[in-house]
């Protein structure tokens, strides 16, 4: 089998000295939308670019593997995520198989001599990008990001209106990948779906006190699924998984109807972010697993201003900053990293979303510090 555009043969492992070619192959995957690098293969000697021998790959451990994904995040700019290694094994012989996802973050540039350079594929060869190419390349990049944020834009809103049955406040976390899982997959399953979801929301590591259960109903919408609790007839949480792997957490924040404002308590504002990143993780694991997602949080309200409470002296007490407008919050994560950097991230949500509401840091009252992976 000869090299492509999306599939390069290496004989050995990249050494320490040389990480810039390793830099540069990788770039070269993600700029060209994706490909796999396999480590183990010799190429024939006739030039025509052909596998010609297995002979194996050593030293393939934990610590090669982290300082290969740290070669990709630090000597490209931007970083490259999402890389997945397979160690592959015929009898004695070991290959390593590293696969690099579509990029929508390119053009991704290699840092060398002093200057930056835009690999890219063409065939079984790896060359560089010009003025134009890059002018295409960054284009594309800022109509990605514009076609995304109007996604998740559209999933939280059309995930929250119609569950809005009275006054109320409504916390969404909408999550999407960077690489839409592609449309010619097998749709998403009844019971796929109330698998993940019945998994994610039963037990969650990040909380103090985790969830006693939760119903699923799954209900079929266009191209997802989508699951509700309700409370006395009122929609109080909303759950959605689309089939491009594009999910929706959204939960009712609202205190008793006989709060004279809108008054929003903090043990919500806590573990509905720890619920949907426990929940993106396991989506992304069934659905799209070499992504990265873009998380975006907002605020629904049919009244402003909205006032967060949170516990002072051990009682409940209202905070005197009112949130008039809600600035959402986005980060880029990737769902399979360890549970303690998932954790951090939840707290580093749960802290922007507070500090519009006059709050400080995140309570160790409803949010571990640490946890263990």
């Given at each position: 089998?000869?090299?492509?555009?999306?599939?390069?043969?290496?004989?050995?492992?990249?050494?320490?000295?040389?990480?810039?070619?390793?830099?540069?192959?990788?770039?070269?995957?993600?700029?060209?939308?994706?490909g796999m690098l396999v480590f183990g293969v010799q190429e024939r000697d006739d030039r025509t670019s052909a596998a010609g021998a297995l002979v194996g790959v050593d030293a393939w451990n934990d610590n090669e593997e982290r300082r290969l994904r740290q070669v990709a995040y630090s000597v490209?700019?931007?970083?490259?995520?999402?890389?997945?290694?397979?160690?592959?094994?015929?009898?004695?012989?070991?290959?390593?198989?590293?696969?690099?996802?579509?990029?929508?973050?390119?053009?991704?540039?290699?840092?060398?001599?002093?200057?930056?350079?835009?690999?890219?594929?063409?065939?079984?060869?790896?060359?560089?990008?010009?003025?134009?190419?890059?002018?295409?390349?960054?284009?594309?990049?800022?109509?990605?990001?514009?076609?995304?944020?109007?996604?998740?834009?559209?999933?939280?809103?059309?995930?929250?209106?119609?569950?809005?049955?009275?006054?109320?406040?409504?916390?969404?976390?909408?999550?999407?990948?960077?690489?839409?899982?592609?449309?010619?997959?097998?749709?998403?399953?009844?019971?796929?779906?109330?698998?993940?979801?019945?998994?994610?929301?039963?037990?969650?590591?990040?909380?103090?006190?985790?969830?006693?259960?939760?119903?699923?109903?799954?209900?079929?919408?266009?191209?997802?699924?989508?699951?509700?609790?309700?409370?006395?007839?009122?929609?109080?949480?909303?759950?959605?998984?689309?089939?491009?792997?594009?999910?929706?957490?959204?939960?009712?924040?609202?205190?008793?109807?006989?709060?004279?404002?809108?008054?929003?308590?903090?043990?919500?504002?806590?573990?509905?972010?720890?619920?949907?990143?426990?929940?993106?993780?396991?989506?992304?694991?069934?659905?799209?697993?070499?992504?990265?997602?873009?998380?975006?949080?907002?605020?629904?309200?049919?009244?402003?201003?909205?006032?967060?409470?949170?516990?002072?002296?051990?009682?409940?007490?209202?905070?005197?900053?009112?949130?008039?407008?809600?600035?959402?919050?986005?980060?880029?994560?990737?769902?399979?990293?360890?549970?303690?950097?998932?954790?951090?991230?939840?707290?580093?949500?749960?802290?922007?979303?507070?500090?519009?509401?006059?709050?400080?840091?995140?309570?160790?009252?409803?949010?571990?510090?640490?946890?263990?992976?």
């Amino acid at each position: 089998m000869r090299e492509l555009d999306d599939l390069d043969w290496k004989k050995a492992l990249p050494v320490k000295e040389r990480h810039e070619e390793f830099a540069k192959d990788v770039a070269a995957m993600a700029n060209s939308g994706g490909g796999m690098l396999v480590f183990g293969v010799q190429e024939r000697d006739d030039r025509t670019s052909a596998a010609g021998a297995l002979v194996g790959v050593d030293a393939w451990n934990d610590n090669e593997e982290r300082r290969l994904r740290q070669v990709a995040y630090s000597v490209l700019q931007p970083p490259v995520h999402g890389l997945s290694f397979r160690e592959l094994t015929d009898g004695d012989v070991r290959a390593v198989a590293l696969t690099v996802p579509a990029s929508s973050d390119a053009p991704h540039l290699v840092w060398s001599r002093d200057k930056f350079t835009a690999p890219i594929r063409y065939g079984a060869q790896t060359e560089y990008m010009n003025e134009r190419q890059l002018e295409d390349a960054y284009a594309a990049r800022r109509q990605a990001r514009t076609d995304l944020a109007t996604r998740l834009q559209d999933a939280a809103t059309n995930a929250v209106l119609p569950l809005a049955t009275r006054p109320q406040v409504w916390l969404s976390l909408t999550a999407a990948p960077t690489t839409p899982r592609p449309s010619y997959l097998p749709r998403l399953t009844e019971r796929e779906f109330s698998t993940m979801v019945s998994k994610a929301l039963v037990w969650n590591p990040f909380v103090v006190v985790s969830p006693t259960g939760v119903g699923i109903e799954p209900r079929p919408r266009y191209r997802r699924w989508t699951t509700t609790d309700s409370f006395q007839g009122v929609s109080e949480r909303a759950v959605e998984v689309h089939d491009d792997g594009t999910m929706v957490y959204a939960v009712a924040l609202h205190q008793p109807p006989d709060a004279q404002e809108l008054d929003v308590h903090p043990k919500a504002l806590h573990e509905a972010p720890a619920a949907a990143v426990w929940l993106l993780r396991h989506v992304s694991a069934a659905l799209n697993p070499s992504s990265n997602y873009v998380l975006r949080v907002n605020l629904h309200s049919d009244a402003w201003p909205v006032y967060f409470r949170t516990y002072e002296r051990s009682r409940l007490a209202r905070r005197h900053s009112p949130v008039v407008r809600f600035e959402p919050v986005e980060l880029t994560i990737d769902p399979q990293i360890t549970k303690q950097r998932l954790l951090d991230l939840v707290r580093t949500l749960v802290a922007d979303i507070i500090n519009q509401g006059g709050s400080e840091q995140p309570s160790n009252i409803y949010l571990h510090r640490t946890i263990s992976d």
